[in-house]
């Protein structure tokens, strides 16, 4: 299962330098359960996410979501990474809908980078 694989195996897990320009930092909560997540993106000259990286204090099923999303968001431009959807993340970890909201978290702080400046 790859929730399972995600979860024992998580990608990207870390940080990066939150003072360097071209990094964007966001941080979210999901009330309905507990869940903490940061994610932070590296993004290159042409808009290009070139890295990614979480930590996430929750359940299985949000880091998880934080470790598919880090994968799925590189090589994008935010703009593209801003196009994927908690649903896509859910269906492609099998998350029940009692689950769904660890995905939706995962988005926003994306979102965060298009506030930056360059």
């Known amino acids: 299962m790859v929730v399972v694989d995600h979860y024992e195996n998580p990608r990207n ?3 990066l330098d939150k003072t ?4 964007g930092t966001g941080l979210v909560g ?3 359960c507990g869940d903490v997540m940061k994610l ?7 808009g290009k996410i ?4 979480f930590k996430t204090f929750g359940c ?4 998880a979501s934080s470790s598919l999303a880090t994968e799925w968001v590189k090589g994008k ?5 801003l196009t ?7 269906k492609e970890l099998c998350l029940p809908p009692v689950k769904l909201h660890c995905s939706k978290s995962m988005l926003f702080p994306a979102e965060e980078k298009t506030q930056l400046s360059p």
């Open 50 to 53: 070139v890295d990614a990286r």
């Open 60 to 63: 299985g099923s949000a880091i």
């Open 30 to 32: 999901a009330p309905a």
């Open 13 to 15: 897990v870390g940080s």
């Open 77 to 81: 431009t935010v703009e593209e990474a």
């Open 20 to 23: 360097s320009k071209n990094v």
């Open 84 to 90: 994927i959807k908690n649903t896509d993340i859910a």
């Open 40 to 46: 932070q993106i590296q993004v290159d000259e042409k």
